[in-house]
């Protein structure tokens, strides 16, 4: 992929952007606001520049929370409930649908190379399954391994938040439409 960085964006325009941003999308889908706030508040607080609430947000306050959510699960959830033939069902519906989305994005992404003559990486398609920061990492080790000096990294993360995004449209859409 070219080394072209593109243009230098602001604190302010990314500040600004999140704000429009995350206020349309919650005018579009009121049922996954609480989802859209929570990104682009993680983007706002970033993007502020306090390093202690990003500090303690990104570290303590992420820890802290998944460390309660996995006791809370692990307390409450009983064995016979994951042993269930539903839950079985669904584990399975979404290793396929996650398999299937990462295809979909290979697919994608090799569509891509050929239509711009090369220039973009098609394994940057796979970041788009929305397990965030964990594709785009992938996605880096296996370029790197390829090539030492590549570095795909932002286009990889740019796919994966656009995964993200677009996952919350189509759960909201769910919703409203099973109401």
Do not use: H
């Amino acid at each position: 992929m070219a080394a072209d960085r593109g243009p230098k964006i602001s604190r302010s325009q990314k500040l600004t952007f999140a704000v429009i941003a995350c206020t349309l999308l919650c005018l579009l889908f009121p049922v996954a606001a609480p989802l859209f706030f929570s990104l682009f508040l993680g983007v706002a607080v970033r993007e502020s520049g306090i390093e202690p609430f990003t500090k303690l947000l990104g570290e303590v306050f992420l820890y802290g929370a998944t460390f309660f959510l996995g006791l809370t699960l692990g307390i409450l959830c009983e064995a016979n409930t994951l042993l269930e033939p539903t839950v079985l069902k669904l584990l399975l519906l979404g290793m396929l649908a996650l398999t299937i989305s990462a295809l979909g994005g290979l697919l994608g992404g090799y569509i891509l190379y050929f239509w711009t003559g090369g220039k973009f990486n098609p394994i940057i398609g796979i970041a788009g399954v929305s397990c965030v920061p964990t594709t785009a990492k992938i996605v880096q080790k296996v370029a790197s391994s390829a090539n030492a000096a590549a570095i795909v990294m932002p286009q990889a993360l740019g796919a994966n938040i656009s995964g993200v995004i677009t996952t919350a449209i189509i759960a909201a859409t769910y919703v409203a439409l099973l109401r």
